[in-house]
């Protein structure tokens, strides 16, 4: 495994309340990423980071927001959650640099929006 | 061995024969190429990747083939076993790390 724990595994919650996914890392790896996984859309990427304090938007951006003060978290907020937002939330983490290098991906939270 | 189609959900083969999984990407710009099998309740795994400078890379009972004029991916594997019952994903970038682009999937069936 890579060394990458995703928490919480499982969340239920309430439209309208703020959640907030964690991704820690042992890899000391530059990039994290956060992707959703829907049936029929594969996995979509969030944002990422490509660095302390450096991120950026993905595809799927709206209604999102992330932080990384230090290397090794990558935090996913949902300021006020909504029913479309009930997916699986995968990190994942890359070396990266000038040669590409594969992401590796944790084991995801479901998050279910009620 | 057998061939799907491209973008096929399902592929079903018999334990011991060879599975070809076909992926077709959408950008011309895309320089680097990953497969993922994804077995349930897991993330995706790292299986095998290839660069645009390449055309076939082989693995441990794998192998990618890249053609670039028809923007065409597949993963090819030998001697399919129950262990390789998942769902696998090809996915692209196009240099950099700023995300992937993953496809729908296809789901790889293994018949005893």
């Known amino acids: 495994d890579a060394g990458i724990t995703q928490s919480p595994r499982h969340k239920v919650t309430e439209t309208g309340t703020p959640v907030t996914l964690r991704c820690h890392q042992t890899e000391n790896h530059r990039y994290m990423y956060w992707y959703r996984q829907d049936p029929g859309h594969g996995l979509r990427l969030i944002h990422y980071s490509y660095g302390v304090k450096d991120t950026d938007k993905g595809e799927v951006s709206d209604g999102y927001s992330v932080s990384r003060s230090k290397t090794e978290d990558f935090l996913l907020t949902l300021e006020s959650a909504t029913s479309s937002q009930t997916s699986v939330y995968f990190c994942?983490?890359?070396?990266?640099?000038?040669?590409?290098?594969?992401?590796?991906f944790g084991d995801g939270t479901r998050l279910s929006i009620l | 061995g057998e061939s799907v189609g491209l973008h096929l959900p399902t592929l079903s083969v018999q334990e011991g024969d060879n599975s070809i999984i076909n992926c077709a990407y959408s950008?011309?710009?895309?320089?680097?190429f990953i497969w993922y099998k994804q077995e349930s309740g897991k993330g995706p795994q790292f299986i095998i990747d290839?660069?645009?400078?390449?055309d076939k890379r082989q693995g441990q009972r794998v192998t990618v083939l890249l053609n670039k004029t028809v923007k065409h991916l597949s993963l090819q594997i030998a001697a399919t076993q129950p262990g390789d019952s998942a769902v696998y994903f090809c996915?692209?970038?196009?240099?950099?790390?700023?995300?992937?682009?993953f496809g729908k999937g296809t789901h790889l069936i293994i018949q005893p």
């Open positions: 996915a692209e970038n196009i240099g950099g790390a700023d995300g992937l682009t």
């Open positions: 950008n011309s710009a895309s320089d680097y």
């Open positions: 290839i660069r645009s400078n390449m």
């Open positions: 994942a983490i890359s070396r990266g640099g000038a040669d590409n290098q594969p992401q590796h």
